[in-house]
């Protein structure tokens, strides 16, 4: 398997949560504008998690359209399918369990490929690419947006602390630091990067609906299976969230949007 992490039905709730969050509806809105979505096209989703982006593409694409959209995750599959049901966008989108390392479908299948904060997860990421790669049409395109983690900044009152929480964090992902390697990785699986623009999260308060918080409440259940002490995650988790007044909290951290075209073949 290609993919490191899965999620489970308590992390798909997470997930709604934080994917709500103002700066996330953003950057979903600078993910289809970089895809320039047309009526009737045919796109993939890798990783469609709980099925924001994926319907949001499927009503922009039409009736005549079509979203297939992969996960390794079953709890994030049903959440994705029950959304596309309660927007009445079934029958334009297709949920299948899926590896990033292994596409279930046929070379040249789709108009458009896009991933979303996917490749952090995954271990063998040149497999990965080539076979999102392979899936596209030679007219087609690909959008990745993944984070850099060294991006991350966090006010915290016990720096060394917090510097060994996210250090044992970064240990959950297979590519923490990807978006500097890309262009080169994508060159490589016959992609051309035409575009590259970071998105800002920046959270300055905190709120239990915000992405940071609900990155903060998901790292002592992740931080401890690397070797931090429960006690240790729990006191940096306390310190986070006692941050309620103005100018206790600072939270930021880049992702970065790459959209790429298969290179002409000579």
Known sequence: MAVLSKFDA??????ERMYSSPPIVE??????????LKAGECGLEIGCGVGFLACEMAREVGPEGRIACIDNSP???AAARARAEREGLAE????????????????????????????LYVSE?????????????PDGRMVIVDTDWDSCVWLTG??????????????????????????????????????????PILNLRYDDDSFSAGLANSTPKIVTQFGISPAEADAWLSDVKSRTGDGDYFFSLNRYLFLSHPMPRR
Do not use: C, N
Request: aromatic share 6%.
């Open 125 to 137: 990421i040149e497999r990965a690419l080539a076979e999102a790669a392979r899936v596209l049409r």
């Open 92 to 119: 334009r989108m297709q949920f299948s369990l899926g590896d990033a390392g292994q596409l279930i479908f046929q070379s040249a299948a789709f108009d458009f490929v896009v991933a979303v904060q996917v490749y």
């Open 10 to 15: 308590a992390g798909a709730a997470r997930m």
């Open 75 to 77: 709890a994030m599959i």
């Open 158 to 199: 016990d720096r060394e602390r917090h510097k060994r929480i996210q250090e044992a964090r970064l240990r959950e992902f297979g590519q923490p630091h990807l978006p500097p390697a890309l262009p080169r990785l994508l060159q490589r699986t016959g992609l051309e990067v035409v575009k590259v623009q970071a998105l």
């Open 27 to 36: 950057q979903r809105a600078w993910t289809r504008s970089a895809l320039a």
